[in-house]
């Protein structure tokens, strides 16, 4: 029998804060992470797989939608400030090797983990997931504004939030797919 919950992501570079990450209706593109993940030094993935999901986003943090940028935006000055106050360096989103994606995302992590603090501060509903769009990868064309790894990805904070989980099933190629 497997696992009946997903071990929650709390790296200070996860770039939509912690919790447990989905890619939105892209397989192809989470199986790709893993296999490069699995390459890595040190990675803990030894046998890359993908695993799918049937979740509810809930009250989300959608980054998708000005309306939340702006929260976002607020969240980034009361970090600001509050680094400035206990004088320490402000994190940063860094590139890993010859990468110009910054994939390492401490300071996007660090500010979306600010406005989960000042929420709960706030005594203010939490959110339960956070959605976003990632550009990465080279351009898919000379002058494209798309590039070969764009995806959207969704944190899930609250773990009733993932309804179910299954292992994907192989596509019928006798027929096309919807």
């Not at 999901?53 to 998708?64: H, N, Q, R």
């Not at 603090?117 to 504004?145: H, I, Q, T, W």
């Not at 993932?162 to 019928?172: A, E, N, S, T, V």
């Amino acid at each position: 029998m497997g696992e009946d919950n997903l071990k929650a992501s709390e790296n200070d570079y996860d770039w939509l804060g912690h919790g447990v990450y989905f890619w939105e209706n892209n397989q192809e593109r989470a199986l790709q992470w893993a296999v490069d993940n699995s390459k890595r030094k040190g990675s803990n993935i030894k046998k890359p797989a993908v695993l799918g999901a049937v979740i509810d986003l809930g009250f989300c943090f959608d980054l998708t939608d000005s309306k939340y940028l702006s929260e976002l935006k607020q969240g980034y000055k009361t970090l600001l400030n509050n680094i400035s106050v206990i004088g320490v360096e402000m994190p940063q989103n860094t590139d890993i090797g010859n990468s110009r994606d910054k994939l390492l995302r401490k300071l996007d992590c660090a500010v979306i983990e600010t406005v989960h603090s000042l929420n709960n501060d706030a005594d203010v509903r939490p959110y339960d997931s956070v959605k976003g769009m990632f550009v990465e990868g080279d351009e898919l064309y000379p002058g494209s504004g798309f590039n070969e790894k764009n995806h959207i990805q969704i944190c899930l904070r609250n773990p009733n939030c993932i309804k179910g989980f299954f292992i994907p099933r192989k596509l019928d190629v006798a027929y096309g797919n919807p």
